[in-house]
């Protein structure tokens, strides 16, 4: 427990939108303190009033936003009463910012350094000479490489972690006693993702620099935060050390965000789900703002609001907070479904039938692939080497041999005049794998490894410049087989940016219907855009809405079922959930185990977010620098992953039970695809790499347990055991 006086103190804040319709409250009597060095995280689903918070503090608010009641103090002096101007000072030089794009806070015209200099000289008596060499410590203290050779050079030529570290830098540049971090590691791998924690970690620590952490993000508040809020409707639901707050959660919001979570070692057939949404700020419920959605709601709930009460050293805004402390408190959540979602969850497994059985005799009667009493495929996980030859045969997927070039080169005339060669990228090299009937594949690796351009080739999205793919036996090529095509189906990370903001619900659902069943009547389409809604948890009344009018959760579910509109039987899904809310996401992805348990579908699932990736997949491919470097089932993979990489991504992954494992964040960068290096192409970032590694070019090989890895160090049996991350994790 902290007993230095607060850096910073928030007390009653209350922020209003005034609008046509009326005055709209976005933050109610929010108080809370952050002392100096001191991480508090911030948590909730979109729309809770996280940013808004921060942007109160920072003195960004947008008009029409004002404070219209409560007080923020700074070092004991009053903030939300300075005029712009002197709130200008203290922006930067007291209080820095760090967003969640980069690109956003950099300005593309000019180099890092001289924005670094106009910072510094800004807010520091310094001469340009003296701003510059603080500016070359800031970047090489925020773990740039070659800081006096990349002050020089613009935002586009850093990678994302490297743009993150320079934000950092000018958050840093004056000296702030206030660091507010909105979202600074959501768009980030796992790898990165680790590195920017250590530094904000290790910043905290020699600096002394308090930080306000908003996230959405569990797993970096357990690694980083001394104490944690959880806020919704604009209130704060729960605050208090995280470790009780994470562990032994009062709030029934609370519980259901940590339910949302998958584990890594804990295998959960469903996710806790917190049905329904944040309310609008129009349509805020009576008494307490999440009594719609809690399952130990009294009647109290509706009719009286709740103030943060301290129960201990976490204060909680809720009537029950002593009867939802104990585990039993909140029964098992589940959705319960209606009669209308049984409909048209078997109007489409009748359709995925009437297709399939006639091709694959190991189907059951209801379409699907035999299953196990756990509920998952049979032998889901058994590499193509030790499948017996049914069992090979009945592969849905296949891709054989891919690679995909883009060619990257100046035009004609630019080459011409500089002499400069034509250039390319090789986006995918030689990459192989099966896919059985109603089994999940994941593919993992950093960004740029070539995951999503896998993705596009095996649904004909684009042409491969070597190899094929193989779905049933028929070779997918682009622009070709229509009859093919409408089996395979794509889900986006952005489900607004794959939606058509001019079309309603009813016309994007039914768009493949129209394509590929074009006899069907309007009626017959309208009916099957209902079941489809309801198929999803929508209702057929949203069939009139437009994308705009739903949430994130509900647009990515629109998506699905668009998907799921021409029958398929493969579905890819590239990043469904990495810009959704961890409670949306535990909807999306019990949709998705649903929909494959009802329906046979087959997935590629696509994520940078290990512990999804273990809660959807049977089987796991790791992908480098465009090359598939290990594959195998999931238990094995997270049990005793064997190529370095792999080891190092589950290294870094958060320790979301706070066990004291020390996150290792992956060495160095993924190198320039333009010029790779020779050999194996992980080297340069691994720690077992031998003379052979740079020059041989290691290839995959199969296991006698039946995985796949392509490296010299394990062909060789001179790696360390490692203990995985399902041991780490307990």
Known sequence: MRTDPPLLEVRDLRVEFATRRGVLRALDDVSFDIAAGEVLGVVGESGA?????????????????????????????????????????????????????????????YSVGRQLVETIRTHLPLTRSQARTRAVELLAETGIPGAAERIDHYPHQFSGGMRQRVVIALALAAQPKLLIADEPTTALDVSIQAQIIALLRRLCREHGTAVMLIT????????????????????????????????????????????????????????????????????????????????????RCTRERPEPIAHGSVHVACWRAEATHDPAGIATPGIAPTARREEATASVRDA?????????????????????????????GAGPSDRTPHEQASALVRACHLGKSFDVSLPWMNRVLSGAPRQA?????????????????????????????????????????????LVDGHEVIA???????????????????????????????????????????????????????????????????????????????????????????????????????????????????DLQRDAGLTYLFISHNLAVIHHVSDRIGVMYLGCLVELATKEDLFARPLHPYTRMLLDAIPDLQMSGRTRIPVAGEVPNPLSPPGGCTFHPRCPHAQARCHHERPKRRTLPNGREVACHAVEEDRLPEHGGAVAQSR
């Open 49 to 109: 009033g996280k940013s808004l918070t921060g942007a109160a503090i920072i003195g960004l608010l947008e008009p029409p936003g004002r404070i219209a009641r409560g007080s923020i103090a700074l070092s004991g002096r009053r903030l939300d009463t300075l005029p712009p101007e002197r709130m200008r000072a203290v922006r930067g030089r007291e209080i820095g910012a760090v967003f969640q794009d980069p690109l956003t806070s950099l300005n593309p015209l």
């Open 216 to 299: 959405h993000d569990m797993g970096v508040i357990a690694e980083t935060a001394d104490r944690v809020a959880v806020m919704y409707a604009g209130r704060i639901a729960e605050i208090g050390p995280v470790r009780e707050v994470m562990h032994r959660p009062r709030h029934p919001y609370t519980r259901g965000l940590m339910g949302s979570i998958p584990t890594i070692g804990v295998q959960r057939v469903r996710l806790e789900q917190i049905d329904g949404a944040m309310p609008r700020l129009d349509a805020m419920p009576q008494g307490c703002a999440f009594h719609p959605r809690c399952r130990a709601a009294i009647d």
């Open 352 to 380: 995925l039938q009437g297709r399939m059985d006639t091709r694959d005799p190991s189907r059951t009667s209801t379409g699907s692939p035999e299953r196990t009493a756990s509920g998952t495929a049979e032998r889901p």
């Open 479 to 593: 622009g070709a087989n229509p009859a093919l095509h409408r089996r395979l189906q794509m889900i986006f990370q952005d489900p607004y940016a794959s939606l058509n903001p001019r079309w309603d619900v009813a016309r994007i659902v039914s768009e493949p219907i129209r394509t590929h069943d074009p006899g069907c009547t309007e009626a017959q389409r309208a009916d099957r855009v209902a079941q489809l809604l309801e198929q999803v948890g929508l209702s057929p009344a949203d069939a009139h809405k437009f994308p705009h009018q739903f949430s994130g959760g509900q647009r990515q579910r629109i998506s699905i079922a668009r998907a799921l509109a021409s029958t398929p039987e493969f579905i890819v899904c590239d990043e469904p959930t990495s810009a959704l809310d961890v409670s949306v996401q535990a909807q999306v992805l019990n949709l998705m185990r």
């Open 425 to 469: 990228i090789r986006a995918v090299d030689d990459v192989s794998f099966e896919i059985a009937r109603g089994e999940t594949l994941a593919l993992v690796g950093e960004s740029g490894c070539g995951k999503s351009t896998v993705a596009r080739l095996l649904v004909g999205l684009q042409h491969a410049s070597t190899g094929r793919v």
